[in-house]
């Protein structure tokens, strides 16, 4: 799988109340992306998640390589090369939403 060519983590929430607008920031107050609505619960909570996406797709990415070891070592006879392991499902849709989150093919 290839690098994620996002800007890099961490990224932090911000709210702006005198303007009704959410922002996420990268390191350095780098903009990241700004959220223009009321001040609804949802629009705080999107602005949340994406802010939370680098250490997601981190943990995703490090969870994804520790379960395909456990799977290999609990059932050698099952999964013996790293392409059965690849066929498992919970592995498939973990490679499939790094791949959206780095714009690759599932």
């Known amino acids: 799988m290839s690098a994620a060519n996002h800007s890099p983590g961490p990224w932090a929430y911000q709210e702006d109340s005198d303007a009704y607008t959410h922002i996420v920031r990268g390191p350095n107050n780098r903009?990241?992306?700004?959220?223009?609505?009321?001040?609804?619960?949802?629009?705080?909570?999107?602005?949340?998640?994406?802010?939370?996406?680098?250490?997601?797709?981190?943990?995703?990415?490090?969870?994804?390589?520790?379960?395909?070891?456990?799977?290999?070592?609990a059932a050698p006879d099952m999964f013996e090369s790293d392409e059965d392991v690849n066929e498992h499902l919970t592995i498939k849709r973990m490679d499939a939403a790094i791949a959206r989150a780095i714009g690759g093919a599932a």
């Open 31 to 73: 903009f990241i992306c700004q959220l223009n609505q009321s001040t609804s619960a949802e629009i705080e909570a999107n602005a949340r998640l994406i802010a939370a996406a680098p250490d997601m797709l981190s943990a995703l990415r490090s969870s994804r390589d520790v379960l395909a070891r456990a799977i290999k070592a």
